[in-house]
Nanobody, 120 residues
Framework: QVQLKESGGGSVQPGESLLLSCAAS??????MAWFRQAPGKQREGVAA??????NESNIARGRFTISQDNAKNTLYLQMNNLKPGDTAMYYC?????????????????WGQGTQVTVSS
C-alpha cells in the first residue's frame, strides 16, 4: 500500500494562493485525489486525476488545478483565489480502482493531511 505525505499548507489571506504537494512512496497509483474536511463538516472531494485525466469538483473549478509528476511520484493542487470557506484539512488519497475520481470510498491510502487556513 502506497504511503502518502502532504505538504504546502499554511495560513493565507483571502485571494492568495497555495501549492499543495503529495509525495507517494511508490509508483503513482491509477487514481489520486485531494479531499478536504473542515471542522464539523463532512469530507468532500476537491479534485482527482485518474490515468492522467483530471476531474475537478464544483469547489475547485476555475480556482484549483490538480496535476501530477510521475517522474517524482508527486501529486499537486494549485489553489488560487483562496476564500475563507476553503479553510480545512486537505488530504491526499490514492486508489487502484480505475476511474475512482471523487468516490472517497474507493480510496484505500490516505495521507495525514495538511492544514489550509484562509483568514483576513
Amino acid at each position: 500500500q502506497v504511503q502518502l505525505k502532504e505538504s504546502g499548507g499554511g495560513s493565507v489571506q483571502p485571494g492568495e494562493s497555495l501549492l499543495l504537494s503529495c509525495a507517494a512512496s511508490d509508483r503513482m497509483p491509477l487514481c489520486m485525489a485531494w479531499f478536504r474536511q473542515a471542522p464539523g463538516k463532512q469530507r468532500e472531494g476537491v479534485a482527482a486525476i485518474c490515468s492522467g485525466n483530471p476531474n475537478e469538483s464544483n469547489i475547485a473549478r476555475g480556482r484549483f488545478t490538480i496535476s501530477q509528476d510521475n517522474a517524482k511520484n508527486t501529486l499537486y493542487l494549485q489553489m488560487n483565489n483562496l476564500k475563507p470557506g476553503d479553510t480545512a484539512m486537505y488530504y491526499c488519497a490514492a486508489s487502484q480502482v480505475e476511474w475512482s475520481y471523487l468516490r472517497d470510498d474507493l480510496y484505500n491510502s490516505w495521507g495525514q493531511g495538511t492544514q489550509v487556513t484562509v483568514s483576513s
